[in-house]
């Protein structure tokens, strides 16, 4: 989606005229409603923040444009989601870029191991030339996709015996998402990745079925998984973000002025959920300590030193291609 200075001004320009003569400026322009489907919950920072944009929204188009939210998978699961916002079956969808990545593999590149240190590495990346290039990539599958990604927090490890170094995972059973990228990831690292539904995931670890797991730290509080592990590496693995999608019918059947404001809001929205969800990990690691769960942060440099041995950087680099990996290590530095 391109949203330029000159649109901007254009569209100020118009609202200000409305406003001198008193006209409503969508006065005779039809109401459009959308869907939005997302899979987070209602206390999520990602839906909080979504439904302050549609509230704007709202407003800003006179009642014009109504964004409905429905969060916690009401719509469906993520795969059967982005089936649907193909379709036209949903107008918008918020998309992690693991999930993503089964219809655009670029959209896993920001998720390669250990190559962000930090958020404002992260930002700047995907604000910049590795984020540009991963949009024009997601583009060309027909999809609308927003300026701003939405943050899906850094992967981390909890287990019942502490992990430091990447010779604590030797053979350690660990569920993984169905992800190309985060099963290869640590099975480099000499874990035994198993992939389990989700929903099986509490169960799994209560009955020992699989020793670890790996998520945010938001799944990790919300899905009360401190209640079967004991301890929590910050190994910040994997960073993945959100991604906002648009069914291209729908988006280009909304007259131009009205999609600058949706995009505007919806941009503006994002970046305030990343500084949410910055806060949210901060707060949520001390609230998961005083339910128990130790934390401990290793070095990463192992780490990158073992993945690097197993030639999973020249793997995924020959996956990906040459330019791709170019764009990732202008940010992470030389990988592998």
Known sequence: MDTTRRTFIKAGASLG?????????FADTPSYTYKLGTNVPVTHPIYLRLKEASEKIKAETGGKVEIRVFPNGQLGGDTEMLSQVR???????????VILANLVPMASLNSVGFAFPDYPTVWRAM???LGGFIRDKISASGLVVMDKVWDNGFREITANNAIK?????????????????????????????TPINFNELYSSLQTKVIDAQENPLPIIATAKLYEVQKTCAQTSHVWDGYWLLANGRSWQGLPQPMRDIVAKNLNAAATLQRADSEKLAVSLA?????????FNKPDPAPFRKTLASAGFYADWKSKFGAEAWSHLEAYSGKLG
């Open 17 to 25: 005229l409305a406003s001198i003569t008193g006209a409503p400026l």
């Open 87 to 97: 379709s036209g079956g949903i107008d918008l969808l918020t998309l992690p870029g």
């Open 127 to 129: 604000d910049g030339s």
């Open 286 to 294: 001390q609230d998961l300590s005083a339910k128990g769960l130790k």
């Open 165 to 193: 170094t990447p010779a604590d995972l030797t053979n350690m059973k660990i569920r993984v998402p169905v992800s190309p990228l985060l099963l290869s990831l640590f099975k480099s690292l000499g874990a035994a990745p």
